[in-house]
């Protein structure tokens, strides 16, 4: 349990340095944004408390809210993707079940179930991110254009690094 809990700690801080050093410099023509501290919120274990869940997302978000001089707009999409981890793995239940002390990994449940899941889960953050953003509807087309194309981008890294770097 404490390895596990300290392997978290450090991927916290991994994934945080990353973003805030690399990714926040990251733009194409202001469209493109990628977020790939959410990869967190997505790798961590079934059996996670829910408290716990809206906690770390409260870290997480709070971290790169501050990093990017932006505090409540990265703090309240990355616990609402917390907040709505637990309602989308009810809904896409794999058929065995979940073992409750595995990685919620493609390699687990196979790579159908994990595209469902992680796509669900960052397209979630990143709309409540971008409307929480922008805060207005006059530029609808505009946001929708900027959730698409970060979204796409996202989810190619935090694929990427399931591939390579997480480890069942």
Do not use: C
């Not at 977020?35 to 059996?47: D, K, Q, R, S």
């Not at 953050?125 to 981008?153: A, D, G, K, M, Q």
């Amino acid at each position: 349990m404490i390895k596990d809990l300290l392997k978290y700690a450090v991927w916290f801080i991994v994934l945080v340095i990353f973003q805030l050093l690399i990714l926040n410099n990251i733009q194409f023509s202001g469209y493109v944004n990628p977020y790939m501290y959410i990869l967190l919120i997505l790798i961590l274990p079934y059996n996670t408390p829910n408290w716990a869940l809206l906690i770390i997302g409260f870290l997480l978000g709070l971290s790169i809210g501050i990093g990017n001089n932006t505090l409540g707009i990265n703090t309240s999409a990355t616990v609402f993707m917390a907040f709505a981890r637990p309602i989308v793995l009810e809904i896409i239940s794999a058929r065995e079940g979940y073992d409750t002390e595995k990685q919620l990994h493609f390699s687990n449940y196979g790579i159908k179930w994990y595209l469902q899941y992680s796509l669900s889960l960052i397209l979630a953050h990143h709309l409540f991110l971008f409307f929480i953003e922008v805060f207005t509807f006059s530029n609808f087309f505009y946001t929708i254009w900027r959730i698409l194309l970060s979204f796409i981008f996202t989810s190619i890294l935090i694929l990427i690094s399931q591939l390579f770097f997480i480890r069942k």
